[in-house]
T-cell receptor, first 114, second 112 residues
Framework: DTGVSQDPRHKITKRGQNVTFRCDPI?????LYWYRQTLGQGPEFLTY????????KSRLLSDRFSAERPKGSFSTLEIQRTEQGDSAMYLC????????????FGSGTQLSVL | AQSVAQPEDQVNVAEGNPLTVKCTYS??????LFWYVQYPNRGLQFLLK??????LVKGSYGFEAEFNKSQTSFHLKKPSALVSDSALYFC??????????FGQGTELSVKP
């Protein structure tokens, strides 16, 4: 399978704990995006990378959130001191660089904060 | 800022009937518009996109969309709905850096 993969598929944690998610994009894709989706809503943009450079962060991304893409390949999204409001589906997508390129999405990581 | 709106939370259609899922957009400059579909507990799957050219865009699974500049709309259509088309549909517009800004989604229900 050469699509975007995310790990884990599901994560249950207690409030206050730290969690980390991983995304492996399609190998030749330069751009990598993180989105958050809550039930009944459209995906909300969080941040994106061009190779290893993080070029934009949404205001939704509080100081408790950090994302990295150290070698321009896989990416991690860490949430520190989780809150119940962080419960959501976290989606990763990748695309080639270029105008009008579509995004390829992974299946997401479902986070539940108890 | 770029945005899209999907005015209907839910659309109900009988199998075999035509379906339309509505989307309007607000952009500065030329719009790059997309439709994605999401099945339960899954990521988003690309259906089609409009960049330039013919206003009628054909996509996956028999879907098509009509770009209308005067009405700032990009409605998704299919001539004959299938039960398996039941899913959540998202309209999106391209923003800076290639990221997509999504609408709230429309739940399509196709009954036999």
């Amino acid at each position: 399978d050469t699509g975007v993969s995310q790990d884990p598929r599901h994560k249950i944690t207690k409030r206050g704990q730290n969690v980390t998610f991983r995304c492996d994009p399609i190998s030749e894709h330069n751009r990598l995006y993180w989105y958050r989706q809550t039930l009944g809503q459209g995906p909300e943009f969080l941040t994106y990378f061009q190779n290893e450079a993080q070029l934009e962060k949404s205001r939704l991304l509080s100081d408790r959130f950090s994302a990295e893409r150290p070698k321009g390949s896989f990416s991690t999204l860490e949430i520190q001191r989780t809150e119940q409001g962080d419960s959501a589906m976290y989606l990763c997508a990748s695309s080639p660089t270029g105008d009008g390129e579509k995004l390829f999405f992974g299946s997401g990581t479902q986070l539940s904060v108890l | 800022a770029q945005s899209v709106a999907q005015p209907e939370d839910q659309v109900n259609v009988a199998e075999g009937n035509p379906l339309t899922v509505k989307c309007t957009y607000s952009v500065s400059g030329n719009p790059y518009l997309f439709w994605y579909v999401q099945y339960p507990n899954r990521g988003l799957q690309f259906l089609l996109k409009y960049i330039t050219g013919d206003n009628l865009v054909k996509g996956s699974y028999g879907f098509e969309a009509e770009f209308n500049k005067s009405q700032t709309s990009f409605h998704l259509k299919k001539p004959s709905a299938l039960v398996s088309d039941s899913a959540l549909y998202f309209c999106a517009v391209r923003d800076i850096g290639g990221k997509l800004i999504f609408g709230q989604g429309t739940e399509l229900s196709v009954k036999p």
